[in-house]
Every structure is written in structure tokens, then in C-alpha cells.
């Protein structure tokens, strides 16, 4: 009944920018964060980046802090990445992730740790 998707990855030179966005959509009552990880190949998926849905406080990895920018957009229930001065390290399978409560069979439903199916970023000359 909920769904992530994510759109926006692709091929992009060093130095470049990239915009992902990934839109919530089912019977969804609120949302507390989304975020995006990463996975690169023979990696384990780390976070990149987090907003709260209510006061719009973000919070970056290290790695990203600087370069990247999380955004949200709470009346399509969406979440912006905005990857400028990308680097080849930023090669990665991009995860949206979500904590929201959404509403089924006459009851609300928390799914705290929510995931799309990815987009893949790959940063090359």
C-alpha cells in the first residue's frame, strides 16, 4: 500500500551535478524523516543523508556534507537529493528511506525503516 520511488540517477562527470527525488505515495498519514543511503559494489549501504518531515532538520554524512543538499517537498510527500561537485567515491546505488505511518484496514501502521528499490549514480569521465 506504500510505495518509494526514486527517480533521477544516471551518468554524470566529475565535478558534475545530479538531482535524486523520491516520492511516497499510498494511503500515507504522516511522515517523520527520509533520508538517502548508498551502496557501492563490495560495500555495505551507508547513510548520506536525513530530513525531518516537520521542522525540516537535515543532518549529512561527512563524506557529502558541503557537496550535497536534502530537500522535501511535504505536499507530494517527496524528497529531493541535489548532489553537486560529484566525485567518482559518490558511485553508488541510491536507497530512499523513510519512517511514516500510513493507514490500512481501518488502522494506522508505522513502517520505520522503509525502503525504494534504488537508483543507480555513476560518477566517470
Known amino acids: 500500500q506504500v510505495q518509494l520511488v526514486e527517480s533521477g540517477g544516471g551518468l554524470v562527470q566529475p565535478g558534475g551535478s545530479l538531482r535524486l527525488s523520491c516520492a511516497a505515495s499510498?494511503?500515507?498519514?504522516?511522515?517523520?524523516?527520509m533520508g538517502w543511503f548508498r551502496q557501492a559494489p563490495g560495500k555495505e549501504r551507508e547513510f548520506v543523508a536525513v530530513?525531518?518531515?516537520?521542522?525540516?532538520?537535515?543532518y549529512y554524512a561527512d563524506s557529502v556534507k558541503g557537496r550535497f543538499t536534502i530537500s522535501r517537498d511535504n505536499a507530494k510527500n517527496t524528497v529531493l537529493l541535489q548532489m553537486n561537485r560529484m566525485k567518482p567515491e559518490d558511485t553508488a546505488v541510491y536507497y530512499c528511506?523513510?519512517?511514516?505511518?500510513?493507514?490500512?484496514?481501518?488502522?494506522?501502521?508505522?513502517?520505520?525503516?522503509?525502503w525504494g528499490q534504488g537508483t543507480q549514480v555513476t560518477v566517470s569521465s
Open positions: 530530513i525531518s518531515w516537520s521542522g525540516g532538520s537535515t
Open positions: 528511506n523513510s519512517d511514516l505511518i500510513y493507514y490500512t484496514n481501518r488502522a494506522y501502521v508505522r513502517l520505520s525503516d522503509y
Open positions: 499510498g494511503s500515507i498519514s504522516s511522515i517523520n524523516t
